[in-house]
């Protein structure tokens, strides 16, 4: 009884990259919607009342994106009216609602995949692909503060020997100048001594292996395994063209069959994945409190 | 397993292969099959030639120096983000192709985009920055002799790579908005675009004159130093 950021994060990468090639993929208003409002409930399950600003800051988003394609795209034949010479169709109007909902929802999707990989989940995926790029990742981030420590210890030293004033602003740069230079220069010397102090013990003469504490449970693998077969359900049913939806000239669209209709329910169910797990656990937990 | 002898054959199609051969492939597959998935067809060209490229790197055998050292400029680069409205980090990373090679400057142009999303946000656009500011870091280190001799000839590629990095992000904007690509959504996005152009041409041209010398001496110091 996981929750969904506790699962093994190359099961969480492979859940958020089915999601967003779907939502790519596909322009059907069904799946479109679908996107838009699980990424929208997944983000409010997970964070509660808190970030309204970013909310807010979507909601404008939405509306500036979906009434741009109306007065830029002039495809379409239901002229709704007409604005200096130049039509307003309801067809580029839904077309704009619906690329709206799509770059929301994607966004909403792409927040909630940016709170859950945080960076040591990151750099763990990226060590299964590549070791190497994975360690650049680590040292760069480890380096941050290292500098940041380093430019306090050398401002100090620099104010120690009367060279670091901030009087006024030029005093100031010049001074803060001197700090850079100082630290860039203690930075790639330090890296040189660090490669020296691997390449002693022996980085790079074996295989590398890699550090991690994430199991893979047998919780991952159903859900890696029912988000491969949903994904290829549905990509299937799409490339197939049963989830056609055509805009222009007018508004055309198949996915009233059968098939069309297992590919939605289908991703439906995808989508609703997250927010079964985050739900259930949220359960648990109360649960489980209340008989403390 | 063929083994191509000739090294410069080798590092030639280590870098035509990802940057050429697929997104020719690519723009094939939009063509002939769907003008409606032009994005998802992008994206996955995007992706892939990065990958290419990675495992190319992957293979190759590194010096550790050089490994870490561009681990120092990334991590400079990711610093640099934080600076408001001027950003160094095309500056800093073609600085870092002319002194280390076009191979380090595309990993710190790629890996600063991927470091810093951490903290700015991840989106599908990640990829596309990836690739923007790997290529201007690939391209540099191409034209490093030319551009170490040429001051002036510097500023203009760092003011061109500010167009550049614009453009193909705005060929990404009106892709999603839009799913297939459209002249005249692209030229308005451009437009709507033209004050973050003018601030990445000012920001890379400024960061070039002040960091060109003092990085370029520090870098080249290091290189002469420790054979890096």
Avoid at chain 1, 41 to 52: A, D, Q
Avoid at chain 1, 199 to 217: P, Q
Avoid at chain 2, 20 to 48: C, E, M, Q, Y
Avoid at chain 2, 202 to 220: D, Q, W
Wanted: hydrophobic share 55%.
């Amino acid at each position: 009884m996981r929750r969904f950021e506790e699962y093994e994060p190359f099961v969480i990468t492979v859940f958020f990259l089915s999601v967003i090639v779907i939502a790519m993929f596909s322009v059907h208003p069904v799946v479109v919607f679908l996107t838009f409002i699980t990424g929208i409930l997944f983000y409010i399950i997970r964070n509660g009342k808190k970030h309204i600003r970013s909310h807010l800051f979507f909601a404008m988003l939405f509306v500036i994106l979906a009434v741009a394609n109306p007065l830029v795209s002039h495809n379409g034949v239901t002229v709704l009216f007409v604005i200096n010479n130049n039509p307003v169709t309801l067809e580029a109007f839904l077309y704009g609602i619906n690329s709206a909902m799509m770059i929301v929802g994607v966004l909403y999707w792409f927040r909630s995949f940016t709170q859950i990989m945080t960076s040591d989940k990151l750099l763990y995926v990226f060590g299964i692909f590549s070791p190497k790029l994975s360690l650049i990742l680590s040292m760069a981030l480890r380096f941050i503060p290292m500098f940041r420590n380093q430019a306090e210890r050398v401002k100090d030293a620099q104010k120690a020997m009367g060279l670091y004033s901030d009087d006024n602003i030029i005093d100031d740069i010049r001074s803060n100048m001197r700090v850079f230079s100082i630290v860039v220069t203690w930075a790639l010397e330090n890296g040189i001594t660090t490669a020296d102090s691997m390449s002693a013990r022996g980085y790079g003469t074996g295989k590398r292996t890699n550090f991690s504490d994430y199991r893979f449970g047998r919780s991952d693998i159903v859900l890696l395994i029912t988000d491969i077969l949903l994904f290829i359900i549905v990509i299937y049913v799409s490339a197939s063209g049963h989830l056609d939806f055509n805009f222009y000239p007018s508004v055309s669209y198949s996915g009233h069959d059968t098939i069309g209709l297992i590919g939605s329910i289908a991703y439906g169910i995808l989508l609703m994945l997250p927010v079964y797990i985050e739900i259930r656990g949220n359960i648990r937990w109360k649960y489980l409190m209340s008989k403390v | 397993m063929i083994v191509i002898k000739n090294r410069s054959v080798r590092s030639f199609i280590r870098v035509a292969v990802p940057f050429f051969v697929i997104p020719a492939l690519a723009l094939f597959g939009s063509i002939a099959f769907d003008r409606k998935k032009h994005i998802i067809i992008s994206l996955a060209a995007a992706f892939f030639a990065l990958m290419v490229f990675i495992s190319g790197f992957e293979k190759k055998s590194v010096g550790t120096r050089r490994l870490v050292i561009t681990a120092v400029m990334t991590a400079l680069c990711f610093i640099g983000r934080f600076i408001p409205f001027l950003k160094p980090i095309t500056a800093l990373t073609i600085i870092t192709a002319l002194y280390l090679g076009g191979e380090s400057g595309f990993l710190v142009g790629a890996m600063t985009a991927i470091l810093s999303n951490i903290y700015f946000g991840h989106g599908p656009w990640t990829a596309f920055q990836m690739l923007a500011w790997g290529l201007i870091g690939l391209i540099a280190g191409f034209l490093s002799e030319p551009l170490k001799r040429n001051k002036l000839l510097l500023l203009i590629y760092g003011a061109a790579a500010g167009i550049a990095y614009s453009f193909i992000m705005d060929i990404w904007t009106v892709l999603w908005y839009n799913n297939g690509f459209d002249t005249r959504l692209y030229l308005s996005a451009l437009v709507t675009a033209i004050p973050y152009t003018l601030s990445y041409m000012i920001s890379n041209v400024m960061f070039l004159v002040v960091l060109a010398k003092p990085f370029g001496e520090k870098l080249g110091r290091i290189k002469i130093k420790y054979g890096v």
